[in-house]
């Protein structure tokens, strides 16, 4: 269906987004259930429908439309932030950490910052995807991973390759994204 050129996804996606800008989490319509929901319930999207759905469908290459989605958010916020900072790594990143904090994506914790080198490495810390997960055989986190890939192409405006090196899902506790930019 297309009203003004968008589908109702795009319609829906404007909607959220506009909603997060605006910094208020409260939301129609759920006047007795509010604005929260378990994170089992985010988990079965993220890992069930965003992932072993995805995998039915598309087989190995479904990790690679994970990450896809996960740079597409990753730029999304990042766009939401880059106002007022100057072109500021240190503050682009506060604000990034304050706003993954406030959708309880995770704590970002910035492990190592080589920008000559081209090498940035966030730390995700009690990461909403993986928690409470185990004996996985390899890092599951690919749409955190492009999620921090897209921050920070956002702000570089280069392209990036993101890779996530330890997953809390593995027993690292936390999840490692390593950035590289190209
Ligand atoms: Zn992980």
Do not use: W
């Not at 995805?54 to 730029?75: K, N, T």
């Amino acid at each position: 269906m297309l009203q003004n050129d968008k589908t109702d996804y795009q319609l829906a996606q404007q909607q959220i987004f506009d909603g997060i800008i605006s910094g208020e989490f409260g939301v129609e319509n759920r006047k007795d259930l509010g604005p929260m929901i378990p994170i089992r319930l985010f988990q079965v999207l993220r890992m069930v429908a965003l992932g072993s759905n995805v995998e039915d469908i598309l087989g190995q290459g479904a990790p690679s439309m994970v990450y896809h989605s996960g740079q597409s958010l990753g730029v999304a916020l990042g766009h939401i932030v880059a106002a007022n900072t100057d072109n500021d790594l240190e503050t682009y990143v506060g604000k990034i950490e304050q706003l993954c904090r406030q959708l309880s994506i995770g704590l970002v914790v910035p492990e190592k910052v080589d920008i000559t080198a081209g090498v940035i490495e966030l730390r995700v810390d009690q990461c909403v995807s993986c928690a409470g997960i185990h004996n996985v055989a390899s890092p599951i986190c690919h749409f955190e991973a492009g999620m921090v890939g897209g921050i920070v192409k956002s702000f570089f405006k280069r392209n990036v390759k993101a890779t996530e090196t330890k997953c809390n899902a593995l027993g690292d506790k936390t999840c490692l994204i390593h950035v590289d930019l190209i």
